[in-house]
């Protein structure tokens, strides 16, 4: 490695140290998440990086949804789309569900762990019960909100992408609606907020598998007796293109290995 090489990877790490002692905390700057959210009110977190010609569809689809009010709160990992987020998210006019729409904007990226840091802050802001976590890939129905908070619950996940392993993260099996699963993915799913009320969710976590949140979301309630079930609901996938998993795959069979997270015991 160049020496060249070495002071950037030096540099990225210890801005990444800094990044997760500082959002761990809370210390960002999203002034609206200061507050618990009303009753009523449902919060919807999303993580941006590479799609932003997704943010018209998703104002749409959440102002569309049915029997609840929406909190967007959307945790950019690419500061250079910030004004392209913010003049979309200006030019449209919610006429539905959409109640707020905050955008914080992460000089660091850290993945989809950022959705646990505004998790975190909406705990600390005295928010309790269910939060929703949506991928920008992700097309769903004005029920969507519903069907996901019908299933949820105090110490349960409960997500469209739900599968039952059998020794290896690779060895699934797709699950059936209202199933006890291994595995829920983080988009599309509601959890109980406790999930971040003890830092040790943040802290715990190994510095390598920091991109594997969804395992590893799953494996710490399960070691905590939590209960993660599939929901039934029409979401449709776009972009797949765009996905990060498809170079993740060998890192996600190792940490499930780590983790230990086999239901053929």
Request: aromatic share 12%; hydrophobic share 40%.
């Amino acid at each position: 490695m160049s020496a060249a090489s070495f002071a950037r990877r030096a540099v990225s790490a210890a801005r990444w140290r800094l990044a997760m002692r500082r959002y761990r905390a809370g210390r960002f700057r999203m002034r609206e998440l200061l507050r618990a959210g009303a009753p009523g009110e449902i919060a919807v977190v999303m993580c941006l990086w590479n799609r932003r010609e997704r943010i018209d569809a998703v104002l749409t689809q959440l102002d569309a949804q049915q029997g609840t009010r929406v909190r967007l709160l959307l945790w950019n990992n690419r500061p250079s789309d910030d004004d392209y987020y913010r003049e979309r998210i200006a030019a449209y006019r919610p006429h539905g569900a959409l109640a707020e729409v905050s955008l914080f904007s992460s000089p660091v990226n850290v993945g989809g762990l950022g959705r646990f840091f505004v998790a975190r802050q909406l705990w600390t802001a005295g928010d309790r019960g269910a939060f929703v976590m949506l991928d920008d890939d992700q097309d769903v129905s004005d029920h969507f909100l519903t069907d996901l908070l019908d299933a949820s619950g105090p110490h349960i996940i409960a997500g469209i992408w739900a599968w039952t392993m059998e020794g290896e993260y690779w060895a699934r099996t797709p699950a059936e609606p209202g199933d006890r699963v291994s595995y829920v993915g983080t988009g599309g799913c509601a959890c109980d907020l406790e999930i971040v009320s003890d830092p040790s969710f943040f802290t715990e976590l190994p510095r390598y598998f920091a991109f594997l949140e969804d395992i590893w979301m799953c494996g710490y309630a399960r070691k905590r007796g939590w209960v993660l079930r599939k929901v039934d609901t029409p979401v449709e996938f776009v972009l797949d293109e765009t996905n990060q998993h498809h170079t993740l795959a060998e890192r996600k069979a190792e940490f499930y290995r780590y983790l230990q997270l086999d239901d053929s015991r």
